[in-house]
């Protein structure tokens, strides 16, 4: 029997005890810890212990669920003696055992683009929003559409699905290209390609290259032959200014790889008087969203002027790879070439 204590205790580490429960392998959670005490809801009796008090169990493994503090919470472990091979990821644990859920790998089974690799189960992710239930909001809200090894997301793998059979941005050559909001698998493979030409923006300091507002580009007239901007406009106040600089730093044919929530449902909705936190979820969906796009955003993005192509999933791509690759059938990417 292989015993795990599970440190973490969000939503990636209540979905992973669920996972244990399905392997075809004997191993047990025997305990779970976490930086706080907190109330647990988890479907069977399984112990809350201290940090402290992991030392005097019997286990085979500990396994950090948080991915962004791994590091840190690992150096921790060390600094009351557990023994580092102990220690261990979601990541690793699924690498060593993932074989064992739902049998063992086929050609039929799931599969990761950005990581190239097999996996048997789609993880959890994103945050419960009711709004996107109800108006069946596309590109949001929990679900299960990331990764279990490389942490991407359904978005953004289909994403970079479009990058490499639509446009020639993975063709090897360096492009020009502005990444807004940086996500980390598309930043990290299109700097490998783009070298220097490449460059990541963000408002907040600290998570990109540069610190860059949308809405007023430190950049010459023409500087780029590609902008990436995934679920960054539901933000923008200003949004005709936005796609004004956007349109003004790209070169004459270059091209805005755009995405947004979108619901094809209805025609996209905002109103300026909808200021408040609990207003804009409310309407829209989200405390930090000024819009809600719609079935209208093609001809909404052409009146920027803007050649649009809208890529939908389950239009350029067929049922079988939707399923396999874990895409959200709905989902759009949207090609805005500068005329």
């Known amino acids: 029997m292989i015993r795990i204590i599970i440190y973490g205790m969000g939503n ?10 399905r392997l075809s392998v004997d191993m047990v959670v025997i305990a779970v810890s976490d930086s706080y005490i907190q109330t647990l809801k988890i479907d069977e009796d399984i112990p809350f212990i201290k940090l402290s008090d992991i030392p005097n169990y019997v286990f085979d493994y500990i396994v950090v669920t948080p991915k962004d503090h ?5 150096k921790n472990f060390l600094d009351i003696g557990i023994d580092e091979n102990k220690i261990k990821s979601i990541k690793d644990i699924y690498q060593e055992y993932g074989r064992f ?3 063992y790998l086929t050609n039929n089974d799931l599969y990761c683009n950005l ?5 048997s189960v789609w993880c959890y992710i994103g945050l419960e929003y009711n709004l996107f239930h109800k108006k069946k909001i596309i590109g949001g809200s929990r679900r299960r559409g990331g990764c279990p090894i490389c942490g991407g997301s359904d978005r953004e793998r289909y994403v970079y699905y479009i990058l490499k059979s639509y446009i020639n941005l993975m063709d090897g050559r360096q492009h020009s290209i502005l990444h807004f909001a940086p996500e980390d698998f598309l930043s990290t493979r299109l700097r490998q390609i783009c070298g220097s030409k490449y460059i990541s923006a963000d408002i907040v300091p600290g998570r990109a290259d540069v610190v860059a507002d949308i809405t007023r580009l430190d950049f010459a007239d023409e500087t780029f032959e590609y ?11 200003l949004e005709r200014k936005a796609f004004s600089e956007i349109k003004r730093c790209l070169i004459v044919g270059g091209v805005l790889i755009l995405t947004v929530p979108i619901c094809w449902e209805q025609k996209t909705f905002e109103d300026s008087t909808i200021n408040s936190e609990e207003a804009r979820i409310k309407y829209y969906g989200q405390k930090d969203h000024v819009r809600l796009y719609g079935n209208d955003i093609v001809e909404r993005i052409k009146s920027f002027g803007f050649h649009v192509t809208l890529l939908r999933c389950d239009e350029v791509v067929n049922e079988n790879d939707i399923s396999k690759y874990g895409f959200i059938k709905e ?9």
């Open 331 to 339: 989902d759009s990417v949207l090609l805005c070439k500068k005329k």
């Open 115 to 119: 990581c190239d690799n097999h996996v």
């Open 12 to 21: 990636r580490g209540k979905d992973f005890i669920q996972y244990v429960k």
């Open 101 to 103: 859920y739902y049998g």
């Open 227 to 237: 902008m990436v901007c995934n679920h960054v406009m539901e933000h923008i106040d």
């Open 70 to 74: 791994y590091e840190d919470i690992k």
